[in-house]
């Protein structure tokens, strides 16, 4: 019998619970059609937009910060592997090698520290704010079920007091119903008027506090890591006065208070001497005891120097040649390549005299001579050639003698003028001592 009694209890709460959601979705049919008045408090209205805002925004701030954390997380394990390589490169004889073992473990352990006062003291205290969200949620929520079933009472209520045939029977249980519903809606609308504002007001303390916690944090972790970064420098400044002859040095980037090139060309790779002969800043000829007096043009174009000087009438043999030997020189002359001849003739000091070679549509203004690189060579500037063993440069005269560089040409590649015709674009500097003459 007592289970009978149950189920039936049960069978009546739900029927009761569907009968109100019915009442409830037809007075809000008839509110939307205009055929009933709702109860409207706009201040109450506002008390909610406020608190949906301050509700999106602590959940994006909930989000933000455990974003943050993985990232600090994730610094801590790329600092962790950091460290354990210097553990492992670090050899048993080097001086420092406890200490800096000691610095690892202690970056290991602020690491940790860090995060976890980050999470105590941000993120345990943003999920206690963001923890009453929920009930207040729901409690708004029901507040505007019982403003419906408040709104039904009323207009059932008078609706029967304004029937032709009043029945006072119903009349007093429609009025009794309504002041039920009126209290119970009452009781939840006076509470949440009360703590909606207070909410929306503290969320101004604990975004300073939040703020105030992590700001306070990182500044100390920083101050902290700053330390052991100072004491790691230490050590290794140790090691490197202890080790100096094997310091690897890093080349750095040109200042634009420092030459570019700091008057010295790199060495190429296999350390030997480049095989070109030596090119005399500005261009200036070979004094004139270089070549004997009378010696006949040379047969190989690997010796261009000499061919400038015949040219440009600066050599001893252009001027004065002993009988029997014009032959000779004509023939060595005429197995020159001519562009040799021409562009040599046109260019003295740097600067273009006169000659043909420089008007040449093939070759650019100023030609000199070519050259072919012997290794490659990788630019460390934005004014500088990147060079593959292998390729052709044409050598061109600095617009101002006064920026050559010892040990530095300029010029264009072959490949690069063939296609653009731009010098500008094109030109640049490269060692001298990576490449040898070839015309």
Known sequence: ?????????????????????????????????????????EQFEQC?????????????????????????????????????????????DWPGREEANKIAENNDLLWVDYHQKLVDQALLTMDTYLGQFPDIKSRIAKRGRKLVD??????????????????????????????????????????????LPSLWNSRVGFYVNTFQSIAGLEENFHKEMSKLNQNLNDVLVSLEKQHGSNTF???????????????????????????????RVNHEPEPAGAAAPGAALPKSPSQPAEASEVACGTHPAAGAQEPGETAASEAASSSLPAVVVETFSATVNG??????????????????????????????????????????????????????????????????????????KCRGVFPENFTARVQ
């Open 1 to 41: 019998m007592a289970e009978m009694g149950s189920k039936g209890v049960t069978a009546g709460k739900i029927a009761s619970n569907v009968q109100k959601k019915l009442t409830r979705a037809q007075e809000k049919v008839l509110q939307k059609l205009g055929k009933a008045d709702e109860t409207k408090d």
């Open 48 to 92: 909610v937009q406020n608190f949906n805002k301050q509700l999106t925004e602590g959940t994006r701030l909930q989000k933000d910060l455990r974003t943050y954390l993985a990232s600090v997380k994730a610094m801590h394990e790329a600092s962790k592997k950091l460290n354990e390589c210097l553990q492992e490169v670090y050899e048993p």
């Open 150 to 195: 408040f709104d039904s009472a009323r207009h059932h209520y008078e609706s029967l007091q304004t029937a032709k045939k009043k029945d006072e029977a119903k009349i007093a249980k429609a009025e009794e119903e309504l002041i039920k519903a009126q209290k119970v809606f009452e009781e939840m609308n006076v509470d949440l008027q009360e703590e």
């Open 249 to 279: 040095t890093i080349k750095a980037q040109p200042s634009d208070n420092a030459p570019a090139k700091g008057n010295k060309s790199p060495s190429p790779p296999d350390g030997s001497p480049a095989a070109t002969p030596e090119i």
């Open 351 to 424: 600067t273009v005299e006169g000659g043909s070679g420089a008007g040449r549509l093939d070759l650019p203004p100023g030609f000199m001579f070519k050259v072919q690189a012997q290794h490659d060579y990788t630019a460390t500037d934005t004014d500088e050639l990147q060079l593959k063993a292998g390729d052709v440069v044409l050598v061109i005269p600095f617009q101002n003698p006064e920026e050559q560089d010892e040990g530095w040409l300029m010029g264009v590649k072959e490949s690069d003028w063939i296609l653009h015709k731009e010098l500008e």
